[in-house]
Every structure is written in structure tokens, then in C-alpha cells.
């Protein structure tokens, strides 16, 4: 019975309702601020929301190509060789150094 349950895709709420009820008591206070308040906080919550999309889209967007997949050994010079991934192994050279 319970496997049945779980394939249907029936869903445990009604989401419009699941909706209303947890939007309603944030919405209604809304309705008895003063306008110019209530354009304060309009104009305050978009900005923080803007700043941290920008905030989160800059952080993807200057992440190097190689951040992901690691720095490749292909079409390297061949004086480098093996010298990419960490300059203290490979040429005995303090991190400051470089």
C-alpha cells in the first residue's frame, strides 16, 4: 500500500493552500504600514536581493577555467614538464617565493 502511495503522484498538501498560509501573515502587516515606509523596505529588500545575485553570479563568473578540472598538462611547454601543481615540490620554492 505504501509503495502504491508513493508512486502516484498525488502530493501530501494542497500547495496553493501550504502557500497562503505561510505568505498570508507576512503579507498582511504590509497593508497598515505607511506607503513611504513601505517603499523603504521595498527599495531595501531588492537592493539586498540584487547585491546578492551580483554577489553570487561575480563569484562564478571570476572563477579561472581551470578551477574546476584542475590545470591541464596538455600543449605545455616541455621545459615546464611536471612543474604546474605545486612550486614547493616541484622546485623546492616557498609559496611567496614565486
Given at each position: 500500500e505504501a509503495?502504491?502511495?508513493?508512486?502516484?503522484?498525488?502530493l501530501l498538501f494542497r500547495p496553493v493552500?501550504?502557500?497562503l498560509a505561510i505568505s498570508l501573515?507576512?503579507?498582511f502587516p504590509l497593508f497598515f504600514i505607511p506607503l513611504k515606509i513601505l517603499l523603504g523596505y521595498i527599495v531595501s529588500f531588492?537592493?539586498?536581493?540584487v547585491t546578492l545575485a551580483?554577489?553570487?553570479?561575480?563569484?562564478?563568473a571570476m572563477k579561472p577555467p581551470w578551477y574546476r578540472t584542475g590545470l591541464s598538462l596538455k600543449a605545455?611547454?616541455?621545459?615546464w614538464k611536471h612543474c604546474v601543481h605545486n612550486p614547493l615540490e616541484d622546485l623546492q620554492l616557498e609559496f611567496e617565493d614565486v
Amino acid at each position: 500500500e505504501a509503495e502504491e502511495f508513493i508512486s502516484t503522484p498525488h502530493l501530501l498538501f494542497r500547495p496553493v493552500s501550504m502557500i497562503l498560509a505561510i505568505s498570508l501573515p507576512l503579507v498582511f502587516p504590509l497593508f497598515f504600514i505607511p506607503l513611504k515606509i513601505l517603499l523603504g523596505y521595498i527599495v531595501s529588500f531588492l537592493l539586498w536581493y540584487v547585491t546578492l545575485a551580483a554577489y553570487f553570479a561575480t563569484e562564478v563568473a571570476m572563477k579561472p577555467p581551470w578551477y574546476r578540472t584542475g590545470l591541464s598538462l596538455k600543449a605545455q611547454p616541455s621545459y615546464w614538464k611536471h612543474c604546474v601543481h605545486n612550486p614547493l615540490e616541484d622546485l623546492q620554492l616557498e609559496f611567496e617565493d614565486v
